[in-house]
């Protein structure tokens, strides 16, 4: 990916563990490297299709002089945020925030942060068989669309599905969702989680019914095998209800793991299921 870069952006300001460093201020220095596509701004000349880096200067000063925090860390946190958000053509970034007159008390140049961040790619799963489950799916991705740290939010068609895991119930409707987020893997579980809770979902028998289910597929060519976050979904190589919708939006994205994709998953698991009930 293309490159824009800042470098030594000077900033006064006051950031530090101790109130005189908030109160008198000192000198910071920020550099960034922006990861965006530059191709079409260049072909055309025009400064509309690219990234002012003169207002993501100021974006910086902006950022460093309006708030104060006790970490540098917290300083690169939030800037890294705030670039990324205030300017969409930026798909990720590293940030460095230097700071050479930190009280260390012994002969340096300087002590940095540098962080690197971006918008990532994720894939979900969504369900509901209580209530009105259409309205329920509807709000859960209003509520994605409507979250700064998501964007590009893509839903596929809904599916009338049976029960999967024996538990008697009503039928499911099912659908997969693609996005950017911000959020990190744990972070995005957490936020579909509390929008889960506030459409009433109740955990009470495993694979039975919910109002809404949102399940993370995939994240990136992220694996996780934490007992709270599983990615990609250890059962999707299972689940038509899964695979069908995920092929709409991702017919050959690779599971990190097995290297297949996701048409060719669902491919095996349609060819299966056809012998199964064959009696192959």
């Known amino acids: 990916m293309d490159e824009i870069r800042i470098e030594n952006l000077e900033v006064y ?14 000198t910071f220095f920020v550099n960034v490297i922006m990861y965006t596509d530059v191709k079409e701004a260049g072909s055309r ?26 970490l540098i860390e917290a300083v690169a946190e939030f800037t890294a945020e705030q670039i ?21 008390g012994l002969p340096f140049e300087s002590v940095s942060v540098k ?21 329920y799916i509807k709000e859960a991705v209003e509520k994605l669309v409507q979250n700064p740290k998501i964007r590009k939010v893509c839903m596929s068609e809904l599916l009338v599905t049976k029960p999967y895991g024996g538990v008697e119930q009503d039928d499911f409707l099912n659908g997969a ?15 579909l989680q509390q929008t ?29 095998d934490v007992p709270r976050l599983m990615i990609p979904h250890p059962d999707m190589q299972n689940r038509e209800f899964v695979l ?37």
Request: proline share 5%; charged share 25%.
């Open 196 to 224: 889960e809770a506030e459409a009433g979902r109740e955990r009470l028998v495993h694979w039975g019914p919910r109002t809404l289910d949102l399940d993370i597929l995939f994240y990136e060519d992220v694996v996780s």
């Open 45 to 70: 000349d025009e400064l509309s299709l690219s990234t002012n880096y003169g207002e993501v200067c100021h974006k910086i000063h902006t950022c460093l002089r309006e708030n104060t925090f006790q």
């Open 13 to 26: 300001a006051g950031h530090g563990v101790y109130e005189e460093e908030n109160r008198k201020g000192q």
């Open 115 to 135: 962080i690197c961040r971006g918008w990532k790619k994720a894939y979900l799963a969504v369900g509901s068989n209580m209530g009105e489950k259409a309205a």
């Open 244 to 280: 069908k919708p995920l092929a709409e939006l991702c017919p050959y994205y690779r599971h990190p793991l097995t290297g297949k994709a996701v048409m060719q998953m669902l491919k095996e698991l349609t060819e299966k299921n056809e012998n199964f009930d064959l009696g192959v």
């Open 177 to 191: 969702i693609e996005l950017e987020t911000l959020y990190t893997p744990m972070e995005l579980l957490e936020f």
């Open 84 to 104: 990324l958000l205030a300017f969409p053509l930026i798909q990720a970034l590293s940030l460095e925030i230097r700071k050479p007159d930190a009280p260390v």
